[in-house]
C-alpha cells in the first residue's frame, strides 16, 4: 500500500470541485442586488461537469435562485413563461433542449430569447452543452445574448487525481501488472571525424548498435509511481473530461486495489453512414435524449430503431431506462468522427 503524501488529508478536505467557476457564478449572484449583472451561460461537453457546478450553485443560494432543469425537447412556450412568477435569479439547466436542428426547430429558443429581451430585472443563468453551443453560436448568435461564457474545463492527471481520490476515505492500493514491452535492440548514430589525405578531416554520421536495448539506462531512471501512472492513463482516454475519467476509475476500480491492466484503452473504429452519423450528432449534441424526441429530430429516411441497434452494437452510445446517450469511454472517439466529417465543430 502506498504511503499517503504529507498533507493528503488536508488536501482531500480542501478540494473543491470546479473551484474557480464555481466562485464566478457565486460573486455575480452576490452583486446581482446592487443591479451589476449580466446573464451567464455555462457550456460544457457531456459529462464535463455542468451538474455539479449547477447543483453546487442551487445549493449555495436556496432561497435566492428558482431552479428549472430540461429533461426532455422543449415543445410549449408555457416552459418558458413559466419563469415570470419565479425569483429573480433564474437557473435553467440543459438549455439545448430548447433548439432543434430542423426546419422550425428554434421556435422555443426564439421565446426565450425574446423573453430575456424583455426582461431587465431578472438574470439568467443556464447551462449549455457546448457543441449545441457552437452551432447556435454560429446560426443563431446566441452569444450576443449571454455577456458572460464559463466553460467546464478540460482537468489535467494531479486535478483529476484529487477530484477522484476526494470521494474515497478510505486508502486505494495501486497495483502495476502491466508487463513491460521487451528490450529492443536499437540502432543510433554519432558522428565521428574521419581524418582525411592532406591534412583534411570530416565528419560523418557512424552506426553505433545498442546490444542491452537501453536496459542499462533504465535501472537508473526511477520507476515511476503506479498512482501517477494511473491518472495519467485515465487522463489521457478521457482528455481531461471529469465525468468520463470518474466512470473509467469506477469500473477500473476493484476496492480497495486499482490494477493499471484494468484501466481499458478502447480502440476508436467508427463505420457510420451518414444518417447514423447525423443520428449520433444528435444524441452528443442533447446528452441525454428519449426515442420520441430522436424520432421527432431524425429525418423520416432515417430508421430510429436499426439506427441505434448499429450505434449500440459499436459501443457508442448506450441506453438508460429509455434515454439513449453517448457511451462515457468512447465520448472522444465520437467526438473525432463527427469533427473529420464537420458535423460538430
Known sequence: MEDEPAGQE?????????????????????????????????????????????????????????????FNVVKGKEAITS?????????????????????GGFAMLDAFLDMISMSDKKMFITSWNSF????????????????????????DSKALMSAVLSHYEG?????????????????TTKRVRLPLPFGYSRDIPWPRLNIGGGTSAKTTEEEPDAKKVAFDKITRIAEGNYGVALRI???????????????????????????????????????SISFTDLAE???????????????????????DKGYYRVNPETLNCVISHLRRIRMVW
Open 297 to 319: 429530430i431524425a429525418s423520416p429516411e432515417i430508421d430510429i430503431e436499426q439506427t441505434l441497434y448499429r450505434l449500440t452494437r459499436q459501443g457508442l452510445i448506450e441506453e
Open 249 to 287: 476509475w469506477e469500473r477500473s476500480l476493484d476496492y480497495p486495489e486499482l490494477k493499471l491492466s484494468r484501466i481499458p484503452d478502447p480502440p476508436c473504429a467508427v463505420d457510420l453512414d451518414i444518417n447514423e452519423s447525423f443520428l449520433l450528432n444528435i444524441v452528443l449534441s442533447m446528452e
Open 132 to 155: 449545441t453551443w457552437s452551432y447556435l453560436r454560429a446560426v443563431k448568435d446566441i452569444d450576443k445574448f449571454f455577456p458572460v461564457v464559463i466553460e467546464v474545463p478540460k482537468m
Open 83 to 103: 419563469t415570470y412568477g419565479t425569483k429573480d435569479i433564474v437557473l435553467m439547466d440543459r438549455c439545448h433542449f430548447l433548439a432543434l436542428r430542423r426546419i
Open 10 to 70: 488536508m488536501e482531500k478536505e480542501d478540494f473543491i470541485l470546479f473551484e474557480k467557476e464555481i466562485t464566478r457564478i457565486q460573486d455575480a449572484i452576490d452583486a446581482f442586488p446592487k443591479g451589476e449583472f449580466s446573464h451567464i451561460a455555462l457550456i460544457g461537453e457531456p459529462f464535463a461537469g455542468q451538474n455539479t457546478i449547477m447543483g453546487e450553485i442551487r445549493e449555495k443560494n436556496p432561497g435566492t435562485v428558482t431552479y428549472i432543469p430540461f
Open 171 to 187: 486508502d486505494i492500493q495501486f497495483i502495476d501488472d502491466v508487463e513491460p514491452p521487451g528490450e529492443q535492440p536499437v540502432v
